[in-house]
């Protein structure tokens, strides 16, 4: 269909997603030739947050505090559970898809302007959402970076503040092979003179000598902000000062108290330019949402859904399961992506989980289940069976779960969106 002749939103995301012959092509300048020619220049804070995993929760912690301090935040995360408008987010609303697709038009009228520049689909994403926020009028952008973070599109807007949440082995295709490798590619959002926030507490060195040659006010973890957990509540301590008898974030998990953290760390590190008062803080921490990030809902049978797709996740999502109640019989409905390590994730959960009902991801990406129980097998374990989607995996394990049985969905935001999906037919 000409683009002339789309209209809504389904037949928009189809069309851009033919637009680069490639899904994912690292690099800046083409996505900044189209930047440029909209004019797409944010005079308010920008935001920019990267890491292995953290991230999603980080940039939803900022979101609910911001806006519990009466700021405009738009926020841009990827990728989407159950519809593409979760990624673009304006004063914690998902933009509809009007708006959208006249962003889209936009984006695609500079991208011909430029000599018919090719954009992948994260870019065209990322260059429509930061229009919707300057027409919006937003008092601060929160951009999540998608990979790594030196040639992610994201870093074509300059961050007031950068975060690297963690660092550890994913897309390993593109980003390299060690630690210390994609430490440098997430370290690549880094700013001469703007604050760089790294919770993590043993960074590559290769993050800290690109903190130093780029000049960033480097703010780390155990140094130079930090928390300690209470009962019922914790403390933090960064560069504007310390907060007791906080209220533990809503988002559940050990691991979101490093999370908030961050979170903390870049408000003090921005709080000339955008104050956020203690009250403020501990609302956004009790009100904050986001799905499928060690999401519990009850049952019968009780369901965990995480969206953890690597082995620095999974032993997150390990420790998690381990801080449950016991249960009679923990059953999982598991699919991943053939490019990530499987067998790492696998390897961590094997003694937390009674019963394996992998299941098949759509193609290229996605791992067959043959895949996934030869891999569980060769771990050891037994108890598994396939199935050809998500769908049919969590019914079936819902079909036979007694009443005091767990099952956890994870291994892909696929899955998880599956098992949702069918959770609402169940």
């Not at 683009?3 to 189809?14: R, T």
Request: proline letters at 6%; glycine letters at 10%; one cysteine or more.
């Amino acid at each position: 269909m000409p683009v002339n002749q789309i209209e809504d939103l389904a037949g928009w995301l189809a069309y851009i997603e033919q637009q680069h012959p490639q899904t994912i092509a690292l690099g800046l300048d083409r996505v900044a030739r189209v930047r440029d020619a909209m004019g797409l220049a944010p005079t308010v804070p920008v935001i920019a947050i990267a890491g292995t995993n953290g991230k999603g929760s980080t940039c939803a912690m900022l979101e609910a505090m911001l806006g519990a301090a009466g700021y405009r935040t738009g926020l841009y995360t990827s990728p989407h559970l159950l519809r593409y408008n979760e990624r673009v987010r304006i004063a914690g609303r998902e933009v509809d898809d009007a708006a959208l697709v006249a962003s889209f038009a936009r984006v695609e009228a500079a991208r011909n302007a430029v000599g018919d520049t090719s954009l992948t689909y994260f870019e065209f994403g990322t260059l429509a959402a930061v229009d919707l926020f300057l027409r919006s009028a937003v008092d601060v952008l929160l951009l999540e970076v998608g990979m790594g973070g030196r040639l992610d599109a994201v870093n074509a807007f300059d961050a007031d503040c950068a975060i690297v949440t963690s660092i550890d082995l994913d897309h390993m295709e593109y980003l390299g092979g060690t630690r210390e490798a994609i430490g440098f590619e997430k370290a690549g959002i880094f700013r001469p003179g703007k604050p760089a926030v790294l919770a993590d507490r043993s960074p590559p060195a290769s993050v800290l000598a690109h903190a130093r040659a780029s000049g960033a006010a480097l703010l780390r973890i155990g140094a130079d902000f930090d928390y300690e957990q209470g009962r019922g509540n914790w403390s933090f301590r960064g560069p504007a000062g310390r907060y007791s008898g906080l209220p533990e974030p809503a988002l559940c998990g050990g691991i979101q108290l490093q999370n908030a953290s961050a979170a903390l760390a870049a408000l003090d590190a921005l709080n000339q330019r955008l104050p956020v008062s203690a009250d403020a803080l501990r609302r956004g921490l009790t009100e904050v949402k986001l799905r499928a990030r060690f999401e519990l809902l009850p049952g019968p049978p009780a369901l965990v859904l995480d969206v953890g797709h690597n082995p620095q996740a999974a032993a997150v999502l390990a420790q998690n399961l381990e801080s449950l109640p016991p249960c009679a019989r923990t059953t999982a409905v598991f699919g991943m992506l053939r490019d990530k390590d499987i067998a790492g994730v696998v390897n961590l959960l094997t003694k937390h989980i009674d019963r394996w009902f992998v299941c098949t991801l759509p193609p290229p990406r996605g791992a067959p289940a043959s895949e996934l129980a030869r891999v569980l097998r060769q771990s050891g374990v037994d108890a598994v069976r396939e199935f050809e989607n998500p769908v049919h995996a969590y019914l079936a394990a819902s079909s036979e779960a007694a009443e005091n049985d767990r099952i956890i969905g994870f291994g892909s935001f696929h899955t998880v969106a599956d098992v949702i999906a069918a959770r609402g037919q169940s």
